[in-house]
């Protein structure tokens, strides 16, 4: 098998692998103190120029390196950064300790700088005014042992400004408010007991259906992945290598099935560093999923791979992995073939790549994300692992494959426009949960217009690409393939305008929410929130209006969220009760905005570990969590303002009808409870 596989990886796409994964050990060393490998003490001392500075001393644990902050920024790297109130800026950052020079082969023989044991780093200071409050900021570090990585990591750091004009180190680490975390943990709230018993999630049968929907997509995603050009071409190569290389056919045949069956391993066990996140933070894999820099990584692959689909360069992985991988695949039984197997995966990367990061951040955003990751990663593993065993058992259907030539071009280009509009919705992820208003709602349709529009053109024929063969006549597939599309641009057009044909029903959710527009509060047919990320407002509202509160724990990111307010909460018999009987109130879990200082605070979950909330998602998913025992958006719930638990909450529930029930139910427990108060 040596020298089989063409692998088509870039050796940038590591870095995203590391972000990835990094981030959940990032979840979960920030939820337990134990596991920390560098350690920082903050102190001062004055500068050459007289000017204070801030000394930042790392203890490194034995056998780990930690980065410098003179790498750049598309390696491993450490960085110190000023929170933007500072009236300071940074002029320059001394290093001092035990650094080190190497070539790093885990990204190509790049050259790296790094500190083992001990590092002290004096950042340079220059007022930009006069002191005013206190000087705070961020290490972000990472570190590696091995092939394990932490980080990147963020350690804040926070300094006061003495009488003199000195600066004098402060804690920056949080303190437990029992004020504060009263308001987060609503003791009136019985769930096994509500005023009415309608509603639910249906939480076990949901799972179930669920898991079954969530492994029909994984599959699907392996199915397209099996046609693409870095993996179709081995399925006769590899079927022909077992039968004929085996003593017997039976032989070749279980050589086959156990390829199969490793593919399915393999990926598999991409979810199996997920299993260790510590679960009394139910918002950690929801933190991962919609993690901005992750997004944004995301985006860039996409964006990157379409390009190369596009052909305008090819993507490959270093000699070194290459010939380390498919060496070891020349190793004879059982061990042999699961290198074979790893090898079609490296291999396959470049194809696969942006179908498993859709799968993987999907996934997340799911609640019980670490059992669905692995249910999607199956359904993917087993789609791509399958034929090779189908293929050696029934070796005549090899014959009816078609062989590769120009329609696999046509779809690999094909491919590079789903990307590009996939690439599209990752960098709009970050850009609502961070709100840099880069991608306004209408921004995004007309780009997702344009995609559409060149890839209708490519099938026809009227766009070609530089290693597109002479022109041919054009099949049916292909025709109709481009018809739909352009029926799908034609389709998204209203999306640009400011009137109440721009809801498109068919992609809620992909787009930005109706609300996100350049037009400002869009006029076509939507609910407002009455308050947003403010529940202590909400009640002050309920009470002085005398209505219940509908409490919306949604996401910037939350695809389902999108559906229901833009299909389900205009209809009919919905809008009327939301708008003129209840208070709504919608809180944001992801949304990234630090609190205030003085709001910022450990809070104790009800299985007596600690939390740190620090920013308004961190707070209201905090408030799901403690309060109702779930972690999933959109989920809704209908309280008194006295805060009783008026029915079972409820999650996505695409039928109107039975979503204008359940509000009806929790209308007729709110009577209940304000006659029973009557009477007293």
């Not at 996505?652 to 209940?672: E, H, M, Q, S, V």
Request: glycine share 8%.
């Amino acid at each position: 098998m040596k020298n089989l596989y063409r692998l088509c990886s870039p050796p940038s796409l590591l870095l995203v692998v590391i972000l990835f994964f990094s981030l959940a050990q990032q979840a979960l060393a920030q939820n337990d103190s134990t596991q920390k490998v560098v350690t920082w003490e903050f102190s001062t001392q004055p500068g050459a120029d007289g000017r204070p500075a801030i000394l930042l001393h790392a203890h490194i644990l034995d056998g780990w390196k930690l980065y410098s902050t003179t790498m750049p920024d598309s390696l491993p790297n450490s960085r110190v950064a000023l929170d933007s109130s500072a009236r300071s800026k940074i002029t320059g950052i001394d290093e001092q300790g035990q650094l080190q020079t190497s070539k790093d082969p885990l990204f190509s023989n790049a050259l790296t700088r790094f500190f083992i044991h001990d590092a002290q780093w004096t950042v340079h200071l220059q007022p930009a005014g006069s002191p005013q409050g206190d000087l705070k900021g961020t290490v972000t570090f990472m570190a590696i042992y091995k092939d394990s990585v932490v980080g990147p990591l963020e350690v804040p750091f926070r300094y006061g400004y003495a009488a003199d004009g000195s600066l004098v180190a402060k804690s920056a680490s949080l303190k437990e408010s029992s004020t504060s975390s009263g308001n987060l943990k609503l003791t009136s709230i019985d769930l096994t007991n509500p005023v009415n018993k309608c509603g639910g999630t249906g939480a076990e049968d949901s799972q179930s259906k669920g898991l079954l929907a969530i492994f029909v997509l994984g599959f699907l995603g392996g199915l397209v992945g099996l046609i693409m050009p870095c993996t179709f071409p081995m399925i006769p190569l590899t079927v022909s290598f077992f039968t004929k290389r085996a003593a017997s056919r039976s032989k070749g045949v279980a050589n086959a099935f156990l390829y199969g069956f490793f593919i399915f391993l393999i990926y598999v066990l991409i979810s199996v560093p997920f299993y260790f996140l510590k679960s009394n933070n139910a918002n950690i894999l929801n933190n991962i999923s919609t993690n901005v820099w992750l997004n944004v990584a995301f985006a860039l692959v996409f964006f990157v791979f379409a390009l190369s689909f596009f052909g305008l360069f090819e993507i490959t992985l270093p000699s070194s992995i290459s010939n380390s991988v498919d060496a070891k695949s020349s190793i004879g039984s059982i061990g042999g073939i699961f290198f074979m197997a790893l090898t079609l995966a490296i291999v396959s990367f470049s194809c696969t790549g942006p179908i498993l990061g859709t799968l993987l951040v999907g996934a997340l955003n799911q609640n019980g994300g670490a059992v669905q990751l692995t249910v999607a990663m199956a359904g993917f593993g087993m789609a791509l692992g399958l034929p090779f065993a189908l293929f050696a058992l029934f070796p005549n259907w090899l014959q009816s494959l078609p062989r590769s030539g120009d329609w696999m071009n046509t779809i690999k280009k094909f491919f590079g426009f789903i990307e590009l509009a996939l690439a599209l919705k990752y960098l709009s992820n970050a850009d609502l949960v961070t709100h840099w208003g880069l991608l306004k709602r209408e921004t995004f349709f007309a780009l997702w217009i344009l995609i559409g529009l060149g890839l209708s053109l490519y099938l026809l024929g009227v766009i070609r690409f530089g290693h597109d063969g002479p022109p041919k006549k054009l099949g049916v597939i292909r025709i109709t393939t481009a018809v739909l599309f352009l029926a799908f641009v034609v389709y998204l057009v209203p999306g640009l305008t400011n009137t109440r044909y721009a809801n498109r029903s068919l992609v809620s959710g992909f787009p930005p929410p109706l609300s996100y527009s350049l037009y400002g509060a869009a006029s076509s047919k939507s609910i407002e929130a009455n308050v947003v990320n403010d529940f202590d407002k909400a009640l002050e509202l309920a009470k002085k209006e005398h209505k219940p509160i509908l409490i919306d724990f949604t996401g910037w990111a939350c695809v389902n969220c999108r559906k229901m307010e833009e299909n389900v909460w205009p209809k009919p018999g919905v809008e009327d009760l939301i708008s003129k009987d209840y208070i709504l109130v919608s809180l944001y879990v992801d949304d990234r905005k630090l609190l205030p200082d003085d709001q910022q605070f450990i809070f104790t979950t009800g299985d007596g570990s600690k939390k740190e909330i620090r920013t308004v998602g961190d707070k209201f998913a905090t408030l799901q969590s403690e309060n109702f025992s779930n972690a999933s958006q959109p989920f809704y719930v209908l309280i008194s303002p006295d805060q009783k638990l008026l029915t079972r909450p409820v999650g996505y529930t695409p039928d109107a009808g039975a979503y204008a029930l359940w509000l009806r139910c929790g209308l007729d427990a709110f009577k209940g409870v304000q006659e029973k108060t009557a009477a007293r």
